[in-house]
């Protein structure tokens, strides 16, 4: 869908502004903090940050990456996270047009950065971001069947549960499997918990999809890469399953059709 510039322009700011706020809960979700009140302080001599000094990749740029009292670096991780999201906005809005499934994918799509940066980070994935994620998911594609063209309201939750089952579900027997022959945790309960909130907006095929296709194949590409280079032994699966999940959201149903038509013939 071909969106006009200065629709184009303000999705993106959009993005920037939403990502600013995940930077705000990617530093302090896992520190336990409030998100939503307390000012920022700069992490290095602990200055309260002026609105003029947060300026969503802005200020970066402005005050090249270094703090303004301290001169302390600033992560490169903020304007990244910036950039990403208006990036991923952009990429939404233009294909899914300013409707109900662009907003919704807008929105997993941001939730899956914050997800990938904390698993990153910390190696653990924020029960604050996917139970209210998977609860929404539901009651979303009960109010908005036609995420999963679906026709009717009890169609689209059906399709939401199912698709919750089949992410949730495989990732724990592959847990459950892999634990009881590596002898250690093969899966987190987070990623289990994270496709949860994937399946219940995308269903069932697209995060089949996700779980035997693009996350393993992305995954052990990235982790050979990793091990070999840098003998990292543990590396998080979140991000693989965010990518994945993004691949999904665009490419899914291209995938899924072209399955049916080799497989059934329709
Ligand atoms: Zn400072």
Redesign the pocket.
């Known amino acids: 869908m071909e969106l006009p510039l200065l629709t184009r322009g303000l999705v993106f700011l959009s993005g920037l502004v939403v990502g600013s706020f995940l930077n705000v809960c990617i530093w302090r979700l896992p520190a336990g903090e409030q998100v939503i009140r307390g000012r920022s302080h700069?992490r290095?001599?602990?200055?309260l940050i002026a609105w003029y000094d947060n300026l969503p990749l802005l200020s970066f740029l402005i005050l090249k990456g270094r703090?303004?009292?301290?001169?302390?670096r600033i992560s490169w991780v903020y304007p990244a996270v910036e950039l990403a999201t208006g990036a991923l906005f952009l990429l939404v809005f233009q294909r899914f047009g300013l409707t109900a499934a662009g907003l919704t994918y807008a929105a997993l799509g941001a939730a899956l950065i914050l997800i990938s940066a904390i698993d990153a980070r910390c190696m653990e994935i924020p029960d604050e971001v996917t139970y209210p994620g998977m609860q929404l998911g539901v009651i979303l594609s009960f109010f908005t069947p036609e995420l999963h063209g679906a026709s009717s309201r009890w169609g689209g939750l059906i399709s939401s549960l199912l698709g919750a089952l089949a992410g949730a579900g495989f990732l724990w027997v592959i847990g459950t499997v892999g634990s009881w022959v590596f002898k250690r945790e093969a899966m987190g309960g987070g990623d289990v918990k994270l496709m949860a909130m994937v399946g219940s907006l995308l269903g069932a095929g697209k995060t089949l999809l996700v779980n035997l296709g693009f996350a393993p194949v992305l995954g052990s590409i990235v982790g050979l890469v990793l091990k070999y280079r840098y003998g990292k032994e543990l590396i998080p699966y979140g991000p693989f399953l965010a990518a994945g999940t993004l691949m999904a959201v665009f490419w899914g149903d291209g995938i899924l059709q072209w399955y049916r038509k080799i497989l059934l013939g329709i």
């Open positions: 700069c290095g001599c602990g200055h703090c303004r009292f301290c001169r302390a």
